[in-house]
């Protein structure tokens, strides 16, 4: 019942904080171009593991949900395999809005989403392990620039959390020699907990 309570406050904490941007293109978090939704984010509120990701692509803009696409495919499929649900975990992105193109966001699309949402969001939800999937979204988060290609699998700290740098999922549908990699990082977040 205690899980339930804490699950259900998470919620109304971060549906709160998701307020007042609500109306997206009066919300500082849109980006102009082809974005019609704010992707927020989804799964338990109560997470132990938290997935960042760098920004919706087209599948997640007109669903309103963030890894929707061939690339969320693979994540569910990666999941699968290190024996975790998709249900169980929270997943979002730093910025919130598709960018023009699928671009990569620019630095300031990238402040803007952290400083006003997902700092809060990663309190509220409280993970002990955050996962965060490509090189921009550990640049975005840390505010450091890496390598994921030197450090992806590698546990970091940053606050109190542990955060574990991954390939980004469309990465590994292009670099198909990768996915060993990819799968073998993930399956570490078991171990971690």
């Known amino acids: 019942m205690k899980t ?9 904490l971060l549906n709160k904080l998701y ?18 939704s704010i992707v927020f984010g989804e799964g ?21 949900r963030p890894f929707v696409g061939q690339s969320g495919r693979l994540l569910n499929r990666a999941l699968e395999l290190a024996e975790l ?6 997943i979002t992105n730093i910025v919130k809005c598709r960018p023009p193109n699928n671009r990569t966001p620019l630095p300031n ?27 921009a979204a550990l640049a975005g988060l840390t505010q450091k620039s890496y390598s994921i290609a030197k450090i992806h699998g590698s546990p970091l700290s940053f606050l109190d959390y542990i955060l574990l740098p991954l390939y980004h ?6 670099n198909r ?4 990699n990819f799968l073998a990082d993930i399956k570490k977040i078991k171990i971690l907990l």
């Open 109 to 135: 699309e990238l402040a803007v989403g952290r400083d006003l949402l997902l700092l809060d969001q990663i309190q509220i939800i409280s993970p002990r392990i955050i996962c965060t999937l490509g090189s």
């Open 44 to 64: 338990n509120p109560d997470a132990e593991i938290l997935f960042i990701g760098e920004a919706p692509g087209k599948m997640e803009d007109l669903e309103g």
């Open 177 to 180: 020699s990768e996915a060993p």
């Open 85 to 90: 649900k998709r249900e169980e975990v929270y």
């Open 19 to 36: 307020a007042p941007h609500r109306d997206f293109k009066n919300s500082p978090l849109f980006i102009p171009g082809e974005c019609t």
């Open 4 to 12: 339930e309570n804490k699950k259900l406050e998470k919620e109304l």
């Open 169 to 174: 999922p469309a990465y590994i549908l292009r």
